[in-house]
């Protein structure tokens, strides 16, 4: 197992000075001929979901032993294309280990550009099985290498340009270390017994996100507070409202947060419900959110849009998202005991074996999925039933392995 350094020193330059930026397809074209196709390759992405529409990459850094650091522009390499193509460096790299910290927020941007892992480690994930206290990379670092990062710029608007270079600086460091992390990382799993159970997160990981982002037409829904909406009435507004603040975003790429929170926009499609359409015209000039100077010049698009939403017909209406039949457990004990005695017998069951495994509890069972598989009255609560169910809804084999047991023998001493 690795011991931890006895001491830190903060590294605030790339171990090999300003790291090389890629910005036309000829250097691009040197990089991959200079890629060893076998060895663990450290790779981040930078995005700027504050500032623009969409969740892109920016700037993708990467890191081999004998190559070093390169930093991608993929907006330059994009030319007048909407993406960049770099589906010929994910060839060259095909069969190397990618090595990501957090590797789920930035599989998808990666997969837009055509960059797509046939095999990852997570250092943040692993970190997670290994218990660690803290997880973001520079902690971990310090843990393993003595190395803390000097941070500055991760809240920064990546799509500026010229980037700054202290900005490529920041991340050329996010990649500097991040191969003896997992290094380090890697002989503790193996320390602990728990290689095999981190092989099958990365493998879930990679199945999961390593692909590019969708944009279904039910998007609207995702905004945050939108369940609190009961009324058709009410959700046709908040629909159209948010559509018009998705074109707006759109077409001036930026993030709608800039032009109509989602609290806002939850607010007004409550307010707006209950009005009638000629109200609103005078209502919408003291709306919280409606007041400022982006979303102000665009009043005769919103009072369309609730407009058009208010004098539909009511068949047309969206209808609440149809969610589980389950209420949450907290709510289980009055109405529904029997599953509450299930639930009660099952987390503690879960919580005592995450703690005999020395991993979080979560990492183990969410407390959504534990619902899911105790709530039915009629399932088989044998140990191979509970096998079946968690296979079923994707849990891992290690999680099976540990879980299922546990839960099988307090539910029969329940009973």
């Given at each position: 197992?690795?011991?931890?350094?006895?001491?830190?020193?903060?590294?605030?330059?790339?171990?090999?000075?300003?790291?090389?930026?890629?910005?036309d397809?000829?250097?691009?074209?040197?990089?991959?001929?200079?890629?060893?196709?076998s060895?663990?390759?450290?790779v981040?992405?930078?995005?700027?979901?504050?500032?623009?529409?969409?969740?892109?990459?920016?700037?993708?850094?990467?890191?081999?032993?004998?190559?070093?650091?390169?930093?991608?522009?993929?907006?330059?390499?994009?030319?007048?294309?909407?993406?960049?193509?770099?589906?010929?460096?994910?060839?060259?790299?095909?069969?190397?280990?990618?090595?990501?910290?957090?590797?789920?927020?930035?599989?998808?941007?990666?997969?837009?550009?055509?960059l797509?892992?046939?095999?990852?480690f997570?250092?943040?994930?692993?970190?997670?099985?290994?218990?660690?206290?803290?997880?973001?990379?520079?902690?971990?670092?310090?843990?393993?290498l003595?190395?803390?990062l000097?941070?500055?710029?991760?809240?920064?608007?990546?799509?500026?340009?010229?980037?700054?270079?202290d900005?490529l600086?920041?991340?050329?460091?996010?990649?500097?270390?991040?191969?003896?992390?997992?290094?380090?990382?890697?002989?503790?799993?193996?320390?602990?017994?728990?290689?095999?159970?981190?092989?099958?997160?990365f493998?879930?990981?990679?199945?999961?996100?390593?692909?590019?982002?969708?944009?279904?037409?039910?998007?609207?829904?995702?905004?945050?507070?939108?369940?609190k909406?009961?009324?058709?009435?009410?959700?046709?507004?908040?629909?159209?409202?948010?559509?018009?603040?998705?074109?707006?975003?759109r077409?001036?790429?930026?993030?709608?947060?800039r032009?109509?929170?989602?609290?806002?926009?939850?607010?007004?499609?409550?307010?707006?419900?209950?009005?009638?359409?000629?109200?609103?015209?005078?209502?919408?000039?003291?709306?919280?959110?409606?007041?400022?100077?982006?979303?102000?010049?665009?009043?005769?698009?919103?009072?369309?849009?609730?407009?058009?939403?208010?004098k539909?017909?009511?068949?047309?209406?969206?209808?609440?998202?149809?969610?589980?039949?389950?209420?949450?457990?907290?709510?289980?004990?009055r109405?529904?005991?029997e599953?509450?005695?299930?639930?009660?017998?099952a987390?503690?069951?879960?919580?005592?074996?995450a703690?005999?495994?020395?991993?979080?509890?979560?990492?183990?069972?969410?407390?959504?999925?534990?619902?899911e598989?105790?709530?039915?009255?009629?399932?088989?609560?044998?140990?191979?039933?509970?096998?079946?169910?968690?296979?079923?809804?994707?849990?891992?084999p290690?999680?099976?392995?540990?879980?299922?047991?546990?839960?099988?023998?307090?539910?029969?001493?329940d009973?």
């Open positions: 197992m690795t011991e931890p350094p006895a001491a830190s020193r903060l590294v605030t330059t790339p171990r090999e000075g300003q790291a090389q930026v890629i910005a397809a000829e250097a691009l074209h040197r990089f991959i001929d200079q890629v060893d196709p060895s663990p390759v450290a981040d992405a930078e995005r700027a979901q504050s500032f623009r529409y969409s969740a892109k990459a920016y700037l993708i850094q990467f890191r081999q032993a004998k190559v070093g650091t390169r930093l991608i522009d993929p907006i330059a390499l994009a030319g007048s294309q909407p993406l960049a193509d770099l589906s010929e460096l994910s060839t060259a790299l095909a069969g190397c280990e990618w090595v990501l910290h957090a590797a789920s927020q930035d599989l998808g941007c990666l997969a837009e550009v055509g797509v892992p046939r095999r990852v997570d250092t943040e994930l692993a970190g997670r099985l290994l218990n660690l206290e803290r997880v973001s990379l520079s902690p971990m670092l310090t843990h393993y003595g190395v803390e000097a941070k500055a710029h991760s809240a920064d608007d990546w799509s500026r340009r010229p980037l700054p270079p900005w600086a920041y991340a050329a460091l996010d990649v500097d270390y991040l191969l003896e992390l997992r290094d380090a990382v890697a002989d503790d799993l193996d320390a602990h017994g728990k290689t095999e159970w981190a092989n099958q997160e493998d879930e990981v990679l199945t999961r996100f390593a692909v590019a982002p969708e944009y279904s037409g039910d998007r609207w829904r995702t905004t945050k507070g939108i369940k909406l009961r009324r058709p009435r009410d959700l046709a507004v908040a629909e159209r409202l948010w559509d018009v603040r998705d074109a707006l975003a077409q001036l790429d930026i993030t709608p947060l032009i109509l929170s989602d609290a806002n926009l939850v607010a007004a499609a409550t307010t707006f419900g209950h009005m009638k359409p000629r109200d609103v015209a005078v209502a919408i000039f003291s709306q919280p959110g409606f007041t400022g100077r982006l979303a102000k010049r665009q009043r005769a698009r919103w009072l369309a849009a609730v407009d058009s939403a208010l539909d017909d009511p068949a047309h209406w969206p209808q609440r998202a149809s969610g589980p039949n389950m209420p949450p457990p907290r709510l289980w004990e109405e529904y005991p599953a509450a005695k299930r639930w009660t017998a987390r503690a069951a879960v919580i005592e074996a703690e005999a495994n020395d991993i979080p509890t979560e990492n183990l069972m969410t407390v959504a999925t534990l619902g598989v105790v709530w039915p009255d009629d399932a088989d609560f044998s140990e191979a039933g509970l096998r079946r169910i968690l296979a079923g809804i994707h849990a891992r290690w999680q099976i392995d540990l879980a299922a047991p546990a839960i099988a023998k307090a539910l029969a001493a009973h």
